[in-house]
C-alpha cells in the first residue's frame, strides 16, 4: 500500500530563517506531488505541483519555491521566512491514470515569529 | 465569489443523528467531486469520490450531486462522536487542480 511522510512535524522558525519541508511517498512510481498551504478557516491553498523529476509548476507567486530531485521526493524550501509564511502545510499525491484523487500527508505545522 | 462555497459550522448534532453535508459551486465544467475529512491537526483523509451527477453510497456515507443546481451533498447516517472534524468538499475537471471549500466543522455529541 501506498503510504506519505512528511517531516518535520512542527517548525517554529524565526522571521528572515531558511525553511526546508521534505515530502516522500511510498508505494507508487511516477506519481503527481503536491504542496498545499491551510490557513485557519479557509481551505486548502494550492503552492505547488510536479508531474515528474525536476518538472514544478507554482500556482501563487511568493517567496517559496519548490523541487523535485528524486521520483518520489518533493521538497519545500524558503530562502528567507515571512510572518505570512506560518500555516499548515501539506503534501499530496495522485497516481496517474487516476481521475484527481489526491491523498495527503499529515502535514508539518510551521509558525514564523 | 468564491468558486465553491462550504458553510464553516459548526454543525453539533446529537449521536445518532442524521448529518447532511453541503457544498455550492460556480464552475459549470467541474465534473469530479470529492469529499474530505480532517481531524485537528491532522491531514485530510479522502472519504468519497463521485464523477459527474448522482449518488455514490459507501457505509453510513452516502455522496450525492446534483450539477443542474451545481450543489453536492454528504449524509452520515447514524452519525457517531468520532464522526467530529472539518469536513472540506472539493472538485476539478478531470485530471485538472482541486479547488477545495474552507471546510465545515462537524461536531457530533454522546
Known amino acids: 500500500s501506498q503510504t506519505i511522510h512528511q517531516w518535520p512535524a512542527t517548525l517554529v522558525q524565526p522571521v528572515g530563517s531558511p525553511l526546508s519541508l521534505e515530502c516522500t511517498v511510498e508505494?507508487?512510481?511516477?506519481?503527481?506531488l503536491y504542496w498545499y498551504r491551510q490557513a485557519a478557516g479557509r481551505g486548502l491553498q494550492l503552492l505547488f505541483y510536479?508531474?515528474?523529476?525536476?518538472?514544478i509548476s507554482s500556482e501563487v507567486p511568493q517567496n517559496l519555491s519548490a523541487s523535485r530531485p528524486q521520483d518520489r521526493q518533493f521538497i519545500l524550501s524558503s530562502k528567507k521566512l515571512l510572518l505570512s509564511d506560518s500555516g499548515f502545510y501539506l503534501c499530496?499525491?495522485?497516481?496517474?491514470?487516476?481521475?484527481?484523487?489526491?491523498?495527503f500527508g499529515p502535514g508539518t505545522r510551521l509558525t514564523v515569529l | 465569489q468564491k468558486e465553491v462555497e462550504q458553510d464553516p459550522g459548526p454543525l453539533s448534532v446529537p449521536e445518532g443523528a442524521i448529518v447532511s453535508l453541503n457544498c455550492t459551486y460556480s464552475?459549470?465544467?467541474?465534473?469530479?467531486f470529492m469529499w474530505y475529512r480532517q481531524y485537528s491537526r491532522k491531514g485530510p483523509e479522502l472519504l468519497m469520490y463521485?464523477?459527474?451527477?448522482g449518488n455514490k453510497e459507501d457505509g453510513r456515507f452516502t455522496a450525492q450531486v446534483d450539477k443542474s443546481s451545481k450543489y453536492i451533498s454528504l449524509f452520515i447516517r447514524d452519525s457517531q462522536p468520532s464522526d467530529s472534524a472539518t469536513y472540506l468538499c472539493?472538485?476539478?475537471?478531470?485530471?485538472?487542480?482541486?479547488?477545495f471549500g474552507a471546510g465545515t466543522i462537524l461536531r457530533v455529541k454522546s
Open positions: 499530496a499525491w495522485r497516481a496517474r491514470g487516476t481521475y484527481n484523487e489526491q491523498f
Open positions: 508505494g507508487t512510481s511516477n506519481p503527481n
Open positions: 510536479s508531474v515528474g523529476i525536476g518538472q
Open positions: 464552475n459549470s465544467a467541474f465534473q469530479y
Open positions: 463521485t464523477y459527474s451527477s
Open positions: 472539493a472538485m476539478s475537471r478531470v485530471q485538472n487542480k482541486l479547488v
